[in-house]
């Protein structure tokens, strides 16, 4: 009788898994840079920060993500680091490290934001934001005029995040038509459509930088 049981469940565990739609399709491949200046201060390299998000396109299921807390640093009047790549329901607290205030403001299309920063040690020397929208936002101080900051916050699970640009791989898609979002600060937003399989052959994707950190 146990047998009995035990090759029963079996069987069923066999079906529902047959029953799951198949998640061992991929995207990857490799960001190249290509551009001139980064705000004057050199050709663009190792400090240009990439993100690659993958968005479904045929109606593919996306798994639930958790609200993540991010941070960031303002130090000698600059951020750091100057790119965030958040999901939406993430929330990200910007500290001042700085003996001095901070007026920020944001330029978006989406929910524009203002935060005050004392200077560090005292009361309000940091701000918590939270993002509830997917979009991109371009943050500055109306103190000092060099700093900034850009803030994507995608609507996926799929994103990876590369220092300098590099290889990609998002694993664990349902298989079907993705588009893949690609950005970097001082770069026009990149978007390429492509099929996700069990072994993919490598993307080559090229993002014009224009400048960065």
Same mark, same amino acid.
């Given at each position: 009788?146990?047998? %009995? ?9 066999? +079906? ?13 491949? =490799? ?14 390299? !190792? ?8 968005? !479904? ?8 993500? #958790? ?5 960031? =640093? ?5 951020? *750091? ?6 999901? *939406? ?9 700085? *003996?001095?205030?901070? =007026? +920020? ?5 989406? /929910?524009?934001? /203002? ?20 979009? %991109? ?9 060099? &700093?900034? &900051? ?57 993002? /014009?930088?224009?400048?960065? #950190?």
């Amino acid at each position: 009788m146990t047998r %009995t049981i035990r090759i029963e469940r079996a069987a069923l565990a066999a +079906l529902l898994l047959l029953a799951l739609p198949a998640l061992g399709a991929e995207l990857r491949g =490799e960001v190249v840079l290509e551009g001139g200046q980064r705000f004057g201060r050199g050709p663009v390299g !190792p400090g240009t920060v990439v993100s690659v998000a993958a968005y !479904p396109l045929e109606g593919q299921p996306l798994p639930r993500w #958790a609200p993540r807390r991010l941070a960031v =640093e303002v130090r000698e009047r600059r951020f *750091r680091p100057l790119y965030r790549v958040l999901r *939406r329901g993430d929330s990200l607290l910007v500290r001042n490290r700085d *003996r001095v205030f901070h =007026e +920020l403001f944001s330029l978006s299309t989406v /929910r524009p934001f /203002r935060a005050r920063l004392a200077p560090r040690g005292r009361a309000g020397a940091q701000a918590r934001l939270r993002f509830d929208e997917a979009g %991109t936002w371009h943050v500055f101080c109306r103190i000092h005029g060099s &700093m900034y &900051m850009r803030i994507d916050v995608v609507e996926t699970p799929y994103v990876e995040v590369l220092p300098g640009g590099g290889r990609f791989r998002l694993t664990g898609l349902a298989p079907g038509r993705w588009r893949l979002r690609v950005a970097a600060v001082g770069a026009d937003t990149l978007e390429v459509e492509a099929d996700a399989v069990t072994s993919p052959p490598p993307l080559r994707l090229v993002l /014009r930088v224009r400048g960065g #950190a």
